[in-house]
């Protein structure tokens, strides 16, 4: 199973944001350029996430889109979710055929699904851009 693109395009936007100053906002173009996203898939994922509760937005001048909490309270399962509908799942086991191995193709299966999940629910935005803001921050020696 590949991961989704909304996934990725709902991830980019969501880590842009995160990066900026709490008062800070941008717009949907801003965004679109910014992550490499198309601005009409783009504004259909903003939205599915403000529905959610992740971004807020704000109308008129120096409007745009702004996390709608602080980015280590917000995961990459909580946005995976919101777009996706679900985690990941790599396997149905329902119906699945019986024969030599079948357990074993499911179990691991299963357990790779898991184990993502599992890092997707440990994983909040804030350390998606870490590693960023650091390399950043080395520029602003004193």
């Keep these: 199973?590949?991961?989704s693109k909304k996934a990725d395009y709902a991830l980019r936007a969501m880590a842009i944001?995160?990066?900026l100053?709490?008062?800070?906002?941008?717009?949907a173009q801003e965004l679109a350029e910014s992550g490499k996203i198309p601005i009409k898939f783009?504004?259909?994922i903003l939205l599915v996430l403000k529905r959610a509760g992740l971004l807020r937005s704000k109308r008129g001048v120096g409007g745009g889109y702004r996390l709608g909490r602080e980015s280590r309270l917000i995961t990459v399962a909580d946005i995976v979710e919101s777009v996706d509908g679900e985690l990941m799942r790599f396997l149905e086991a329902k119906g699945y055929?019986?024969?030599p191995g079948s357990r074993g193709i499911q179990r691991c299966l299963s357990e790779a699904g898991e184990a993502t999940?599992?890092?997707?629910?440990?994983t909040?935005?804030?350390?998606?851009?870490?590693?960023?803001?650091a390399d950043a921050m080395v520029g602003y020696g004193i």
Excluded: G
Aim: charged share 35%; hydrophobic share 35%; glycine share 0%.
């Design 17 to 19: 944001l995160a990066a």
């Design 117 to 122: 999940n599992r890092k997707f629910r440990e």
């Design 42 to 44: 783009l504004e259909q």
């Design 21 to 27: 100053p709490p008062d800070r906002t941008l717009q």
């Design 124 to 133: 909040s935005l804030e350390d998606l851009i870490r590693p960023d803001v």
């Design 1 to 3: 199973m590949q991961f």
């Design 97 to 99: 055929p019986d024969f």
